[in-house]
Protein backbone atom coordinates (compact mmCIF):
# COMPACT_ATOMS: atom_id res chain seq x y z
CA UNK A 1 0.00 0.00 0.00
CA UNK A 2 1.30 3.47 -0.45
CA UNK A 3 0.73 6.02 2.19
CA UNK A 4 -2.07 8.48 1.68
CA UNK A 5 -0.65 12.25 1.52
CA UNK A 6 -2.44 15.46 3.60
CA UNK A 7 -4.34 17.75 0.90
CA UNK A 8 -5.79 21.15 1.37
CA UNK A 9 -8.93 22.05 -0.20
CA UNK A 10 -11.08 25.00 -0.55
CA UNK A 11 -14.67 24.68 1.12
CA UNK A 12 -17.23 23.22 -1.49
CA UNK A 13 -14.69 21.62 -3.10
CA UNK A 14 -14.25 17.81 -3.40
CA UNK A 15 -11.56 16.68 -1.60
CA UNK A 16 -10.09 13.19 -2.84
CA UNK A 17 -8.10 10.94 -1.27
CA UNK A 18 -6.20 7.78 -3.22
CA UNK A 19 -3.71 4.97 -2.67
CA UNK A 20 -2.20 2.12 -4.65
CA UNK A 21 -3.22 -1.06 -2.74
CA UNK A 22 -2.96 -4.85 -4.09
CA UNK A 23 -6.23 -6.49 -2.59
CA UNK A 24 -4.37 -10.00 -2.42
CA UNK A 25 -5.80 -13.14 -2.07
CA UNK A 26 -8.02 -13.59 -0.92
CA UNK A 27 -9.67 -10.66 -1.39
CA UNK A 28 -9.52 -7.47 1.21
CA UNK A 29 -11.94 -5.69 2.81
CA UNK A 30 -11.37 -1.83 2.36
CA UNK A 31 -12.65 0.55 4.72
CA UNK A 32 -12.55 4.43 5.07
CA UNK A 33 -12.61 6.11 8.44
CA UNK A 34 -12.50 10.03 9.35
CA UNK A 35 -11.46 9.49 12.87
CA UNK A 36 -12.71 6.53 14.45
CA UNK A 37 -15.61 6.09 12.39
CA UNK A 38 -16.63 4.40 9.73
CA UNK A 39 -17.74 6.28 6.49
CA UNK A 40 -20.75 4.71 4.11
CA UNK A 41 -21.49 5.21 0.65
CA UNK A 42 -23.92 7.86 0.55
CA UNK A 43 -24.41 11.75 -1.03
CA UNK A 44 -21.18 13.42 0.72
CA UNK A 45 -18.69 10.53 0.35
CA UNK A 46 -17.70 7.89 -2.71
CA UNK A 47 -15.73 5.06 -2.20
CA UNK A 48 -14.18 3.38 -5.17
CA UNK A 49 -11.23 0.70 -6.00
CA UNK A 50 -9.94 0.21 -9.46
CA UNK A 51 -6.90 -0.87 -10.99
CA UNK A 52 -5.36 -1.29 -7.96
CA UNK A 53 -6.34 2.38 -6.73
CA UNK A 54 -8.46 3.33 -3.79
CA UNK A 55 -10.25 6.25 -3.95
CA UNK A 56 -12.48 8.61 -0.96
CA UNK A 57 -14.37 11.42 -2.67
CA UNK A 58 -16.16 14.11 0.00
CA UNK A 59 -17.94 16.13 -2.60
CA UNK A 60 -18.76 19.32 -1.20
CA UNK A 61 -16.43 19.60 1.60
CA UNK A 62 -16.96 21.69 4.27
CA UNK A 63 -15.03 23.26 7.37
CA UNK A 64 -16.54 20.02 9.67
CA UNK A 65 -14.43 17.48 7.34
CA UNK A 66 -11.40 18.54 8.40
CA UNK A 67 -9.93 15.94 9.98
CA UNK A 68 -7.83 12.76 9.68
CA UNK A 69 -8.89 9.85 7.46
CA UNK A 70 -7.60 6.54 7.30
CA UNK A 71 -7.98 3.54 4.91
CA UNK A 72 -8.22 0.05 5.83
CA UNK A 73 -7.57 -3.61 4.12
CA UNK A 74 -7.91 -6.84 5.73
CA UNK A 75 -8.36 -10.51 4.98
CA UNK A 76 -7.19 -13.42 7.02
CA UNK A 77 -3.18 -12.96 6.34
CA UNK A 78 -3.89 -9.08 8.01
CA UNK A 79 -4.61 -5.93 7.87
CA UNK A 80 -2.68 -2.70 6.17
CA UNK A 81 -3.61 1.29 6.48
CA UNK A 82 -2.96 3.98 6.03
CA UNK A 83 -4.04 7.54 7.57
CA UNK A 84 -3.93 11.41 5.97
CA UNK A 85 -5.25 15.07 7.22
CA UNK A 86 -7.81 16.49 5.13
CA UNK A 87 -7.35 20.25 5.74
CA UNK A 88 -10.57 22.11 4.19
CA UNK A 89 -10.23 26.22 4.15
CA UNK A 90 -12.53 28.25 4.21
CA UNK A 91 -13.76 30.53 0.96
CA UNK A 92 -11.91 33.79 0.08
Given amino acids: MTP???IKVTAQSTATLTCDL???EPKANIRWYKESREL???KKH?????GNKAKLEISQSDLSDT??????ADNRHGRVMSE????VQGMI
Avoid: C, N, P, T
Fill in 4 to 6: LKD
Fill in 22 to 24: DLG
Fill in 40 to 42: YEG
Fill in 46 to 50: SMSYS
Fill in 67 to 72: AIYRVE
Fill in 84 to 87: AKIF
